[in-house]
């Protein structure tokens, strides 16, 4: 599989339950070679995180450490009735923003209204990925959810920290195999992420790659194993 150029679902010791800094984070990210690294703290829906206030201070933040080009984001929660837990004037100045339902902030709605949900998220344009569609204790409709991922321009997320802790997300493999196979028919692209809250995560994936290799997954699908890919997917290049 080709070479994984880039991590952009990754926490600091800002989102509360992450252990790195900035700076140790983008030191890994340099050391493992990668050439981009996002960080996307927790917005507000999950204890300890950020005051939203944190997001409209991010010019402050270095773009470049190590030789790694930083980039900046936020995993905003899908509530129930397909509202988003952080408020438009926090985004303005988010390079990209990611969706994704926990339990911290979110009860189980049934497969279609769980699906309906994250796909009513989708619609913001600041929206690009939905991460760690995989968890039965909130199931999802695949195939509903790959369309919507196409119609949007929003793609979805392989997690590998979801794979290492794959006994506590019921039916996470199996699922991840579902939906892969509908990204395949209907060409959407995906993201590999670490989803590190430590230093010596960033840069992981061998479990999300050794589930791509096993489906012969379409790399030409993969969003961050080619740089330029990813800038335009994020609009970047503008």
């Known amino acids: 599989m ?11 010791i800002v989102s509360g339950h992450a252990y790195g800094t ?3 984070m983008a030191l890994e990210a340099s050391q493992k070679g ?16 950020v005051d939203p206030f944190y997001y409209t201070n991010l010019a402050m933040v270095p773009r470049n450490l190590y030789s790694t080009e930083i980039i900046l984001g936020c995993e905003i929660n899908v509530l129930n009735g397909g509202k988003l ?7 303005r100045d988010l390079d990209y923003a990611i969706i994704g339902i926990h339990k911290q902030c979110y ?5 279609e209204k769980n699906t309906d949900n994250i796909i009513s998220c989708m619609k913001h344009e600041k929206i690009r990925f939905v991460s760690h569609p995989d968890d039965d ?9 790959v369309i919507a991922a196409k119609k949007y321009n929003v793609a979805l997320e392989v997690n590998n920290s979801s794979l290492v802790k794959e006994k506590y997300r019921l039916n996470c493999r199996k699922n991840y195999k579902v939906m892969l ?16 809250h430590d230093p010596s995560w960033v840069g992981e994936f061998d479990l999300a790659k050794q589930l791509l290799e096993e489906i012969h997954f379409d790399e030409k699908l993969i969003l961050n194993n080619d740089l330029m890919k990813l800038k335009q997917f994020l609009e970047l290049d503008k």
């Not at 080709?2 to 600091?12: N, P, V």
């Not at 837990?85 to 985004?91: A, I, N, R, V, Y």
């Open 2 to 12: 080709k070479e994984i150029i880039a991590d952009i679902h990754t926490h600091s």
């Open 22 to 24: 900035i700076r140790e």
């Open 34 to 49: 990668l050439k981009m690294l996002g960080v996307s703290e927790h917005a507000p829906g999950i204890p300890g995180t």
């Open 85 to 91: 837990s952080l408020e438009d004037k926090f985004m």
């Open 107 to 111: 009860e189980d709605e049934g497969r």
């Open 137 to 145: 204790h909130t199931p999802l409709n695949y195939e509903k959810l």
């Open 181 to 196: 196979e509908y990204c395949m028919k209907y060409q959407v692209p995906i993201i590999i992420s670490s989803d590190a």
